[in-house]
């Protein structure tokens, strides 16, 4: 079905949604933390096939979305890491911004700069 629809087309971006897992309570939002339902996440060897088929067809931009993908941020990261040496160039994530939060906690400064740090180190990119 999928390649009638596209008829021989490559698609232009590809996204992959890691996880329904959220940290937020947007109330437009069905993913939303208050939402009770069992939360499940894309896992690593999955994602990595999904990764690859794309890149094999040429795809050109992936985007990671959720839920919010940051809490798996040592998975994204590797997946990130994955997409770029499989050769897709514009790599990308959303966020909902909440991990970027609580400015008054004492480990806010080292959480962010953590945070930031292993994002700066990947091929992520904005688009």
Avoid at 54 to 82: N, Y
Avoid at 95 to 119: K, V, Y
């Amino acid at each position: 079905m999928i390649r009638s629809l596209l008829r021989g087309r490559i698609p232009g971006q590809v996204v992959i949604q890691y996880t329904d897992r959220c940290n937020a309570a947007c109330p437009q939002c069905g993913m939303r933390r208050t939402e009770s339902f069992p939360r499940a996440t894309l896992g690593l060897d999955t994602a990595r096939r999904v990764i690859d088929a794309a890149a094999e067809r040429g795809v050109k931009a992936l985007s990671f979305t959720g839920g919010e993908p940051l809490l798996h941020l040592d998975d994204v990261v590797t997946l990130i890491d994955h997409a770029a040496a499989a050769g897709i160039p514009y790599i990308r994530t959303g966020t909902n911004g909440f991990l970027f939060m609580g400015s008054e906690r004492p480990d806010f400064e080292q959480r962010i700069h953590t945070l930031a740090g292993r994002l700066a180190r990947t091929r992520l990119s904005t688009f």
